[in-house]
């Protein structure tokens, strides 16, 4: 094996290696934000909360993005108790 694929190989593997601990740590911040969310009774999910993770790390303005949220559960909501079953 040449040294320029070694160092390639190498190269790849700690690609994979690092792409797997972030992977690790945002899975980890995930379950945290979710713990966190339940204890203030905010009523998200995981999926829920790694969207407005995602989006505010995309550079969406956190707190529009919880006025929106309330909002849109203010109007849920209301829904709900006009067309109760």
């Known amino acids: 094996m040449s040294a320029n694929q070694n160092n390639s190989s190498n190269y790849k593997n700690q690609l994979k290696v690092s792409l797997s601990q972030e992977k690790e740590e945002a899975q980890e ?22 969207v407005l993770v995602s989006m505010i790390e995309n550079g969406v303005n956190p707190e529009a993005l919880a006025l929106v949220v309330n909002e849109m559960k203010t109007e849920l909501n209301t829904y709900k108790k006009i067309h109760k079953p």
């Open 29 to 50: 911040t995930l379950e945290i934000i979710h713990e966190m969310s339940q204890i203030l009774n905010c009523g998200l999910d995981r999926q829920q909360l790694a």
